[in-house]
């Protein structure tokens, strides 16, 4: 009786533990995500109203944070469900959803709360941070998980092939969702339709640009190199491209206070600071105490943009100072130095493009495209920037000074380390169960593991060479290689052990 009671009474302080542990961990996650906490409720709010509030858009390390906050919480909550002896499948599902449902919770707060901006994409994030810390304490410490490993490894079923076939089925798929993953990394689904349109700086006035610029035209469509040549032989060549042209601003003579959209999409461009007279044939004068902004947020223009995933930019501009940085920016569509959609500049004497992606995040800072040599002088220059995933190309005055960009080929290495471990780890984690289903056969066995290394890494590249037109990188191979094949040897080891334990 006296030990039935020491058991029960280990059990229950067991229990009080990982009740404490898992509202720490949320605590924690609450601190980190609304601290401190200064909400503003308004009198009265729609559901509506906060659906619309939720932005489209987050950043490269936003995505780090959101998914390593939530590893606590799928850790200690595996802890707690398993001290109720709570079967796989609902245990799995039940870590899922305390992390979708804290991450829900927190994303509305967000709503009330100042200078924060609620995504969907977090949920995602914070729901695979919560997997990730099942998984996390099931390899490490769960004596039934290793039950369950030691059950597969020693399946004598008849039905085992068919198993085996379900497996390796299931494992091809897993390597297909990588290549749904890398065609979305280029949409432009991510902008931020509150964005005004900036002529000559920032609209915070820090990131100024001196020189002329005559015109803007921007569409929601790419455009090919012959339609690139007659933009320049073409003055009028835009009044053919109908409804996809979302923006035509001549800066000329014409207006002095202001400049109309003659798309009839966008609202006026206003001079901030003082308005200046144009310059016949050069168009108007910008500086550091005046540019030109939307009155309004081109709420149509980012729309249409972020639904085709597709723009061209023409403009004349003419530097004034062939040694200006920041970069200072010619056209930007943009909040403030460090939100934007798009942004044209001059960083001494390259161009400079930065350019919203899901994978850029909302600064675009960590892939900056310059082109070199483009102001050299002060003269006049006609740009052409048109986008259609995953290419930039860029024409300077004529079809043969001409520039293409592969954003793929430009992603910095901290970003391809993450997004690679976040596509390959998976399947790793899947191989090495799928050797432990095959370990019988050993012929089967070395086939399946050579083969499960090899194919999604080379599958990858190969899509992304044939379908974006980026060039083959031996490293970008070796390096889904190598997180797989780590990933299921350490996993492959780690559960032998736990086989052994329960054996």
């Not at 835009?238 to 409804?243: I, K, Q, S, V």
């Not at 035509?248 to 461009?269: E, H, I, M, V, W």
């Not at 729309?303 to 930019?313: A, D, G």
Request: net charge positive; with cysteine.
């Amino acid at each position: 009786m006296k030990k039935y009671q020491t058991i029960c009474h280990a059990h229950l302080l067991g229990l009080l533990k990982d009740y404490g542990l898992v509202a720490i961990s949320a605590l924690v996650v609450l601190l980190a995500t609304l601290y401190p906490f200064n909400f503003s409720f308004p009198d009265s709010f729609s559901l509506e109203e906060i659906v619309n509030s939720f932005s489209n858009t987050t950043s490269f390390q936003d995505t780090v944070n959101n998914i390593l906050l939530f590893i606590p919480i799928g850790f200690f909550c595996t802890s707690l469900l398993q001290k109720y002896r709570t079967q796989l499948r609902l245990e799995i599902l039940t870590v899922i959803l305390a992390s979708a449902s804290l991450s829900t919770i927190v994303e509305l707060l967000q709503v009330f709360v100042p200078g924060r901006r609620p995504t969907p994409e977090d949920i995602i994030n914070n729901s695979i941070g919560g997997f990730v810390g099942w998984l996390c304490f099931n390899w490490l410490f769960s004596r039934s998980f290793a039950t369950i490993l030691a059950r597969i490894e020693h399946n004598s079923s008849r039905r085992v092939n068919q198993r085996i076939a379900a497996f390796c089925l299931g494992y091809i798929l897993l390597s297909s969702l990588n290549l749904v993953f890398w065609q979305s990394t280029t949409y432009l689904s991510n902008w931020d339709s509150n964005y005004p349109l900036v002529i000559g700086n920032e609209a915070t006035g820090d990131r100024p640009w001196q020189g002329y610029i005559s015109k803007v035209y921007i569409t929601d469509k790419a455009v090919s190199a012959i339609e690139a040549a007659q933009i320049f032989t073409d003055k009028d060549y835009f009044n053919n491209f109908g409804d996809s042209l979302v923006a035509a601003y001549k800066l000329d003579a014409s207006s002095q206070y202001s400049y109309r959209d003659k798309s009839g999409n966008l609202p006026k461009l206003l001079w901030r600071g003082q308005p200046v007279n144009t310059q016949e044939n050069k168009g108007a004068l910008l500086s550091s105490s005046n540019w030109l902004e939307t009155a309004n947020p081109v709420k149509k223009l980012n729309k249409r943009i972020s639904n085709t995933s597709e723009f061209t930019i023409s403009t004349t501009v003419a530097t004034s100072d062939i040694n200006q940085t920041g970069p200072a920016r010619i056209v930007s569509i943009s909040h403030d130095s460090l939100r934007r959609n798009f942004t044209l500049g001059q960083q001494g004497r390259a161009l400079n493009l930065r350019l919203r992606t899901p994978i850029t995040g909302e600064n675009a800072g960590g892939v900056q495209l310059n082109i070199p040599n483009i102001f050299t002088d002060k003269q006049p220059h006609h740009l052409i920037i048109t986008y259609s995933r995953p290419i930039i190309q860029v024409y300077v005055d004529s079809l043969q000074n001409s520039y293409s960009l592969n954003l793929l080929d430009f992603i910095p290495i901290d970003y391809k380390l993450f997004y690679y471990s976040l596509n390959f780890i998976p399947l790793g984690i899947y191989l090495a169960l799928l050797s432990l289903l095959v370990k019988n056969s050993r012929l089967i066995h070395r086939l399946l593991i050579i083969l499960g290394i090899l194919l999604p890494s080379l599958m990858l590249e190969t899509f992304l060479v044939n379908v974006y037109g980026k060039e083959i990188s031996l490293r970008n191979i070796l390096l889904g290689i190598f997180f797989t094949a780590t990933t299921a040897f350490i996993l492959k080891n780690r559960a032998t052990f736990l086989i052994k334990k329960v054996a």
